[in-house]
């Protein structure tokens, strides 16, 4: 840079400011903030298939004919249980799917109009029950009322995923370490997420109950006596020995 003259010697300076800027620029587009991680597949099923908490739909069909518009009694059974499990777990309306223009859709509006008795007598008040008509798609098959409403569930899933191959083969690396095949365990999780009465179980447990007073105070008494707490049962020892063939 000797030979240089003073507007040269400027010029490349400016030149060199302007890619350093650049350089900088270009490392910030890439910066994460910390390290990179690669996804892996959990090796506890319960955590690849994990249950969640989450909400869902709860519905029942109820089929009507073309001449009868009136509902049978295990239907009545059916609409009569939706109402009870509403009044414990729902957290929507009730909606009503009733059939438009089909053959049955006069019988399906009278069987519409007995629902909405039963569900109010299950304790389901009149303005959380909505009535929604559809046009069925297929008008070969029976249009039926289909009644649903949201609802807390535990849900896990969905199932039948099959990412490897399960012999040996250059793609699965997992069958020569002896691991686990995706879609394991995930039916166990899906049938016990299915079984669960109160999602809230999964989450902290339940408050306790009042005590029997009347098993206790016969138990205290029972102990203040000095005698035997335990309860006889007579009846028992009657069930240990066959009387067949006598």
């Given at each position: 840079m000797t030979n240089m003259t003073a507007a040269d010697r400027h010029r490349t300076l400016r030149h060199l400011g302007a890619l350093a800027g650049l350089s900088v620029a270009l490392g910030a587009c890439n910066y994460?903030?910390?390290?990179?991680?690669t996804a892996s597949v959990p090796d506890d099923y319960r955590l690849r298939h994990p249950i969640a908490v989450q909400e869902a739909d709860r519905s029942i069909v109820v089929?009507?004919?073309h001449a009868r518009?009136?509902?049978s009694a295990p239907q009545r059974a059916d609409v009569l249980g939706l109402a009870?499990?509403?009044v414990r777990e729902g957290t929507g309306t009730i909606v009503a799917d009733v059939p438009l223009d089909t053959p049955n859709a006069r019988a399906a509006a009278s069987a519409y109009a007995e629902i909405r008795s039963l569900l109010a007598a299950g304790g389901v008040p009149p303005r959380a029950i909505t009535m929604r008509n559809y046009h069925?798609?297929?008008p070969r098959t029976l249009a039926t009322i289909r009644l649903s409403y949201p609802r807390i569930a535990a849900v896990a899933g969905p199932c039948g995923l099959w990412p490897d191959d399960l012999g040996p083969t250059l793609l699965n690396n997992g069958y020569s370490q002896?691991?686990?095949y995706y879609n394991f365990g995930c039916a166990s999780q899906r049938d016990l997420a299915a079984m669960i009465d109160n999602p809230a179980d999964l989450e902290q447990p339940r408050s306790e109950t009042a005590a029997y007073t009347v098993r206790r105070t016969t138990a205290f008494e029972k102990y203040r006596k000095g005698e035997t707490t335990t309860t006889n049962y007579p009846e028992s020892d009657k069930a240990k020995l066959s009387d067949t063939g006598k």
């Open positions: 994460t903030g910390g390290e990179l991680v089929f009507v004919g518009g009136g509902l009870q499990t509403w069925p798609a297929d002896n691991k686990d």
